[in-house]
Every structure is written in structure tokens, then in C-alpha cells.
T-cell receptor, first 115, second 118 residues
Framework: AQSVTQLDSHVSVSEGTPVLLRCNYSSSYSPSLFWYVQHPNKGLQLLLKYTSAATLVKGINGFEAEFKKSETSFHLTKPSAHMSDAAEYFCVVTSRGGGGNKLTFGTGTQLKVEL | GAVVSQHPSWVICKSGTSVKIECRSLDFQATTMFWYRQFPKQSLMLMATSNEGSKATYEQGVEKDKFLINHASLTLSTLTVTSAHPEDSSFYIC??????????????FGAGTRLSVL
């Protein structure tokens, strides 16, 4: 079994300030973790992924996330928010040993970026 | 990166009619594709797994006679919402996995289809 908890449904930051979107997971197998971004009425775009290599993962648009097994966390960060970052963000887990491609989505975090 | 095309992007239909949504992997083959449903301001819920050459696998609570899935080729899966009703109005998204160089399958998503049933 696997699950994902996104701790904040809404996050609001000022442009130019850091972004932190929190995600905790549980998995019966070695997890692969992803962050996807969804802009209004659009499909999902992969920001970054953790499989089994480096625990600090760098993605597109300046985002990065750190896999912390001891804390079962995979928080998404960005040093400086941009207006174009405003979107819905989903933390996603899949288990390599337990079913391959089946993804489990978190409930999403709506990021608002203010001037 | 890989591209998954979903068509149509938006459809309005009358109650009782059927609607077909297509999902194509444009630059890779996908023996498996996934169909999700997303309600407003909510997360994606997996509906079913589409399998090329065999029957789709439906998640618990999803009516297979209501949501017909056909995986006609290695690049095309279709979802048909039969006898649509207003409660079927939603955002439907497909995805297809493609192996990356790390041998992990990365899911690529279509842009989604907004279905409105009047």
C-alpha cells in the first residue's frame, strides 16, 4: 500500500521569496516520488522525480526536492518564487516493487504568488 | 520529452449521449495507459488501467459498462463515457508510461478533456 499526504492545501508567497510545499509519503516498497504541476485546465507537467539515486533532486524551473527516508518526506522548494509558478502542485508516489506504474496522488497544494 | 496527446480538450454533450475521448502517445509506444478523473479543486483519481490487447483493469467503484476503454494499438487508448449524465461532468486525464534511462517508467500526461453534460 502507498499513500501521500500534502500538508497544505493552499500556500501563498510573495514574488521573490522562497517556496516550500510539503509532502509526506508511505510505501510498502521502495518508493519513487514525483512532483507534478498543473496550470488551470491543463494537463500535468513533471517537475522532478526521485527514483533511487541522489536524495536531492533538481527539477525544471528552479525547483528541487529532497528525499528524506527517516522523515518519509519529499518537500518541494524553490529559492525565489515567480508569478508564473502560481499553479496546483501534486506530490505523487509509486512503488517499484508493488505494481510498477500505478500512481497515487496527493490532494494537491494550490500555490498563490503575490506581487 | 515524451508527448501524450488527448482529444478533444473540451466537449459538451446532451444527457444520454456517449462521448469518446482519445489518448495518443506521439513519440513512444505504450502497452499500458491510465485514465484519471479530476473533480474541481480535487486530486486525480485513477479510474482504470488500459492494456493493449487485453481488457482494461478498473478501480473499485468505477463502472466498466459506463466507462468503456479500448486500447486499440500501442499508441492509442480511448475512453467512452456511455449514456452520459450531468454527474459524469468532470476533467478526464490520461497518462502513459515511458521508460527513462534509469529504467524507471515516467508517466506523461495528456492535457485533459473537460466534459460537460447538459
Amino acid at each position: 500500500a502507498q499513500s501521500v499526504t500534502q500538508l497544505d492545501s493552499h500556500v501563498s508567497v510573495s514574488e521573490g521569496t522562497p517556496v516550500l510545499l510539503r509532502c509526506n509519503y508511505s510505501s510498502s516498497y521502495s518508493p519513487s516520488l514525483f512532483w507534478y504541476v498543473q496550470h488551470p485546465n491543463k494537463g500535468l507537467q513533471l517537475l522532478l522525480k526521485y527514483t533511487s539515486a541522489a536524495t536531492l533532486v533538481k527539477g525544471i524551473n528552479g525547483f528541487e526536492a529532497e528525499f528524506k527516508k527517516s522523515e518519509t518526506s519529499f518537500h518541494l522548494t524553490k529559492p525565489s518564487a515567480h508569478m508564473s509558478d502560481a499553479a496546483e502542485y501534486f506530490c505523487v508516489v509509486t512503488s517499484r516493487g508493488g505494481g510498477g506504474n500505478k500512481l497515487t496522488f496527493g490532494t494537491g497544494t494550490q500555490l498563490k504568488v503575490e506581487l | 520529452g515524451a508527448v501524450v496527446s488527448q482529444h478533444p480538450s473540451w466537449v459538451i454533450c446532451k444527457s444520454g449521449t456517449s462521448v469518446k475521448i482519445e489518448c495518443r502517445s506521439l513519440d513512444f509506444q505504450a502497452t499500458t495507459m491510465f485514465w484519471y478523473r479530476q473533480f474541481p479543486k480535487q486530486s486525480l483519481m485513477l479510474m482504470a488501467t488500459s492494456n493493449e490487447g487485453s481488457k482494461a483493469t478498473y478501480e473499485q467503484g468505477v463502472e466498466k459498462d459506463k466507462f468503456l476503454i479500448n486500447h486499440a494499438s500501442l499508441t492509442l487508448s480511448t475512453l467512452t463515457v456511455t449514456s452520459a449524465h450531468p454527474e459524469d461532468s468532470s476533467f478526464y486525464i490520461c497518462s502513459a508510461p515511458k521508460a527513462s534511462f534509469e529504467l524507471e517508467n515516467i508517466q506523461y500526461f495528456g492535457a485533459g478533456t473537460r466534459l460537460s453534460v447538459l
